[in-house]
Nanobody, 124 residues
């Protein structure tokens, strides 16, 4: 399985970015896709997850601002990030696992493959 996150960049507070996760080596339909981030000096945290049925979960700090989606036909996952804040600055990475979203977001189950991340910088 290979995962490649892209779409990061540098934006001002209040700005938006759309991250993409290209997933290869598996049939995505039954997998949950999760986004994680690691801010400088902090532990990795789960940000958002979407399961095979399309149900979504988010960490409280991004609820109402971030939206996760998927396109099984293209083997892609997406994270739309709106109203970005300084504290959203981090390296974002994605994972695809046969697991429940709450287990993935809390890292009770740690993905076997994070893929290469993409840097998001929010600064004024």
């Amino acid at each position: 399985v290979q995962l490649q996150a892209s779409g990061g960049g540098s934006v001002q507070p209040g700005g938006s970015l759309r991250l993409s996760c290209e997933i290869s080596g598996l049939s995505l339909r039954y997998y949950a896709i999760a986004w994680y981030r690691r801010a400088p000096g902090k532990e990795r945290e789960g940000v958002a997850c979407i399961n095979g049925a399309g149900n979504t979960e988010y960490v409280d700090s991004v609820k109402g601002r971030f939206a996760i989606s998927r396109d099984n036909a293209k083997n892609m996952g997406y994270l739309q990030m709106n109203n970005l804040k300084l504290e959203d600055t981090a390296v974002y990475s994605c994972a695809a696992e046969l697991a429940q979203c709450d287990h993935l977001l809390t890292l009770w189950i740690r993905p076997s493959n994070w893929g290469q991340g993409t840097q998001v910088i929010v600064s004024s």
